[in-house]
């Protein structure tokens, strides 16, 4: 397991230390910004992957019952809504009529199945602040109208949730407005972890500002992942 952890931070460490000038070379149309923001998405996806395979492999697990993917699952129209909201009758039977067509499709970055089984998500973050959490726990709140049983994460490179979720203590006891809105999604329960040390600062860009990729935290994620599925050994 360690060395497959040294082999994400060296990952990290390549990425990020040459990010900038391979925006500043590119020679697409897209703009410098959104390279750095997708690449540093594409990152953390790489790195929680890993993390997944890891945690499974250390368990023992066989590897051909893990999946990952990202597609997308048909949330179905909550049939109350249309039966006691809609007011008028035509519209409401039309709806009726027709209610296979009527769904929202929604996917988490990272979706693990075991034994085609969708047993947790995670999306994944390049940083996080609080008007983003909300769109992570709704996103979270209406799987789980489908699939109850699923665990939630957020990994996030950088932290600007404020508290002390970029300490990278042994506790995190989190902030006012994060907890505030937890708080209100009682049927998400939402591990969060930080990777990087210190509040991300919007001037100081860590492909510029570099801060490393804490081992410890790596480990953290792994056991919290390990501990989930062990349950479908």
């Given at each position: ?13 390549t990425?990020?230390?040459v ?66 909201r ?45 008007a ?16 109850p ?53 919007v ?31």
């Amino acid at each position: 397991m360690y060395e497959k952890i040294n082999n994400l931070i060296n990952d990290y460490n390549t990425v990020v230390k040459v990010i900038d000038k391979d925006a500043k070379n590119d020679t697409s149309q897209r703009a410098y910004g959104g390279i750095i923001r997708a690449t540093k998405g594409k990152l953390q996806e790489h790195i929680t992957e890993e993390i997944i395979k890891i945690a499974w492999e250390d368990l023992g697990g066989n590897k051909e019952r893990l999946k990952i993917d990202s597609k997308k699952h048909k949330i179905p129209i909550n049939i109350s809504y249309v039966e006691n909201r809609i007011q008028d009758n035509d519209v409401k039977e039309y709806i009726l009529h027709n209610i296979d067509d009527y769904y929202y499709g929604l996917s988490v970055d990272k979706q693990v199945y075991i034994d085609n089984k969708f047993v947790l998500g995670i999306e994944c973050k390049a940083y996080t602040e609080n008007a983003m959490l909300k769109r992570i726990l709704v996103d979270f709140y209406l799987l789980k109208t489908k699939f109850p049983n699923i665990s939630s994460y957020l990994f996030q490179l950088e932290s600007q949730l404020g508290g002390d979720y970029s300490a990278l203590n042994d506790k995190t006891f989190g902030s006012h407005s994060t907890h505030t809105l937890l708080s209100y999604f009682e049927n998400v329960e939402l591990n969060i972890v930080t990777f990087i040390k210190g509040e991300r600062k919007v001037d100081k860009p860590i492909h510029k500002y570099f801060k490393p990729l804490e081992e410890k935290q790596l480990i953290f994620a792994v056991n919290l992942i390990k501990n989930d599925l062990k349950n479908y050994l």
